[in-house]
């Protein structure tokens, strides 16, 4: 894993150099988890707030549409409310980190706006057996309609709500999974490296 990372990571900052764009998010995020019913202790849950960040690097840029690479940390909350004879019916919060390696596409629209589809590789830290939620390690994607607004030549703030979904393809062999999902509003900025002729 430790050697696909590095591999990831390399290869983004040799194609940083020669990009169109960079861009940078933070996003506000609100979670919950698909519960899989048929194997689960779980009564009730409530929507908890989180935070996650990014970083895009858009090397395929033209009127239509983009393509590009991107890292990503997620922080999220989930709170649980357990049931059965022998569980108390105590809410409970637990946290989910994840890492991201995302492959970016998106549709241009007239006036600016976009559509955003970004498929996701991401990797869950500290995780363990007793928690409700599942390692969400796997294949995930995010979806998105935003807006981009022009401060001058050489940048532009963006707005671009959306929904995700983690560990629809899981790296582990568990057949009943519990999967984390956010709403999330990204807000960033886009810097345009150099003016390249549209392909």
Known sequence: MKKLAIAFISWVIAISIYGQEIVITVAPTVNFAVINKSNSLVKDQSLMAGIGSSIKYIFVNNHSYNFGLGLGYHYAQVKFTNYGDFVAEIP???????????????????????????????????????????????????????????????????????????????????????????VELNLGLLFIQRKVKSL
């Open 92 to 182: 409970y919060t637990e946290t989910v980190n994840l890492f991201s390696f995302n492959l970016i596409s998106a549709y241009n629209f007239k006036n600016n706006f976009y559509l955003n589809f970004e498929p996701s590789i991401d990797f869950h830290f500290g995780q363990n057996e007793s928690q409700t939620i599942d390692n969400q390690s796997g294949v995930g994607l995010n979806l998105g309609l935003g807006k981009k607004v022009k401060i001058k030549d050489n940048l532009s703030f963006i707005v671009e709500p959306g929904f995700g979904i983690h560990n629809i393809i899981p790296f582990s062999n568990e057949k009943h999974i519990n999967r984390l999902a956010t």
